[in-house]
């Protein structure tokens, strides 16, 4: 069964403190490996959309980078507004764009 | 930002009753998709259509269907709500011409059953 486990549930970080989101998944034919940030109250955004081992991608603070068995989300130096829950999802080879979405990781940033 | 909409955004009904959310879009995309989103369980699909009248199973479909009879409107719908059906139901719309995943969602309908 196709599934995907985001580590930590939850982050609590200081301004400036870097650190990194795991997301770990198991899939049959890994299509893409998405990230999607969330603000309360609010839809999904997409911010990054990687295709296989060793690729990587960067928006602002966020770096995002893959293996054959997990993806990880850095954040460096973050900011207040960088708080939100950050989704990780695969797609497999079943078409239609269908998402597998893991449970996310919440990330608090303090001044 | 995509043009999707969602109604109603909130609603409280009584466990029986029969219940629909609407999702509209502007967008003119061929794909479109009913998640629902609970604590420690993340987004999970419900139907999704890929045309008018083109729809199919998720994950979690027992106890809803769905209606596409306009590329633009994609219908939820609980003929019989219950208590585990509640939850935040977000609607989203994929570009089939570019292929990637990359899904744009709405606000999301928050639905109580009492």
């Known amino acids: 069964e196709d599934q995907v486990t985001q580590s930590p549930e939850a982050l609590r970080l200081q301004e400036g403190e870097s650190s990194s989101l795991n997301c770990s998944y198991t899939?049959?034919?890994?299509?893409?490996l998405f990230w999607y940030r969330q603000d309360p109250g609010k839809g999904p955004e997409f911010l990054f959309t990687?295709?296989?081992a060793g690729e990587e991608k960067e928006k602002e603070r966020l770096k995002a980078t893959l293996t054959k068995k997990e993806s990880f989300l850095h954040i460096t130096a973050p900011k207040p507004e960088d708080s939100a829950t950050y989704l990780c999802?695969?797609?497999?080879?079943?078409?239609?764009?269908?998402?597998?979405f893991g449970a996310g990781t919440r990330l608090a940033v303090h001044p | 930002d995509a043009g999707i909409t969602q109604s109603p955004r909130h609603k409280v009904t009584e466990t029986g009753t029969p219940v629909t959310l609407r999702c509209h879009q502007t967008?003119?995309?061929?794909?479109m998709y009913w998640y629902r989103q609970d604590p420690g369980h993340g987004l999970r699909l419900i139907h999704y259509s890929y045309g008018v009248k083109d729809t199919d199973k998720g994950e979690v479909s027992d106890g809803y269907s769905v209606s596409r009879s306009k590329t633009e409107d994609f219908l939820l719908t609980l003929e019989s709500a219950t208590s585990s059906q509640t939850s935040v139901y977000f609607c989203?719309?994929?570009?089939?011409?570019?292929?990637?995943?990359?899904?744009?969602f709405g606000e999301g309908s928050r639905l109580t059953v009492l």
């Open positions: 990687l295709y296989s």
């Open positions: 989203a719309i994929s570009d089939v011409s570019k292929n990637t995943g990359e899904l744009f």
């Open positions: 899939v049959s034919g890994l299509r893409g």
């Open positions: 999802a695969v797609e497999n080879g079943g078409g239609y764009n269908k998402l597998i």
């Open positions: 967008e003119n995309h061929r794909y």
